[in-house]
């Protein structure tokens, strides 16, 4: 962990991002009960939970009164308890605990890590500034190319040359929650995509 102080607004704009991500899924919930010719109450909203039983005591809190039955089978497909690998890897468990986090506790607190780049970091000259990119595995699995991370300053040659990949790396991640210690962008990157791929099997209820 490198000792460097982050902008107070990284924080904030993290826990807008997440916010925004999961009031999308509420949305959702509210437009499925429109498209079915119902009508939404305050009650209406996106449940996220660990175990059935948490699923079924939202359910009974009518959570998703209004809503298709089709599309609540889809929406209790999606819930983390089915992963397998507990919640803790789960797109939608991370985001609703991060948002918790957020909405209850205090803002999203993130750090600075460091350390030694690992053997398949490689780098390459663009636009005459040295780049580093690297495939980061994270808690999800998922091979993902993350960078370039310039190195040296632009072709004015305003900073320090460079004729040999650098062996140190560093990026921000958070610093809490089921994400800890994953890169920022990273991380939401993979939650951008997840919400934007599974919803699109909501699309067939609004035709």
């Not at 959702?28 to 699923?55: D, R």
Request: net charge negative; hydrophobic share 40%.
């Amino acid at each position: 962990m490198c000792d460097v102080t982050i902008p107070a607004k990284i924080p904030c704009v993290i826990g807008d991002l997440l916010q925004n991500l999961r009031s999308s899924l509420d949305y959702l919930i509210w437009e499925l009960v429109l498209a079915a010719k119902n009508k939404p109450t305050e009650k209406n909203m996106f449940p996220i939970c660990s175990t059935p039983e948490a699923f079924s005591q939202q359910l009974a809190r009518h959570r998703l009164d209004g809503v298709a039955a089709e599309a609540v089978t889809e929406i209790e497909a999606l819930q983390p308890y089915h992963s397998g690998k507990g919640t803790n890897g789960n797109v939608l468990a991370m985001v609703d605990d991060l948002c918790n986090i957020n909405k209850h506790r205090r803002v999203i607190t993130t750090m600075v890590y460091g350390g030694e780049a690992p053997s398949d970091f490689t780098t390459e000259v663009i636009g005459g500034e040295l780049y580093g990119s690297m495939n980061y595995y994270d808690m999800l699995q998922k091979g993902t190319k993350i960078g370039p991370f310039p190195m040296v300053d632009g072709p004015l040659g305003r900073g320090p040359k460079v004729n040999e990949p650098p062996q140190i790396i560093a990026f921000v991640a958070l610093n809490e929650g089921a994400a800890q210690d994953v890169e920022v962008g990273l991380t939401l990157s993979i939650f951008i995509g997840y919400v934007i791929q599974e919803m699109a099997r909501f699309e067939r209820f609004f035709k």
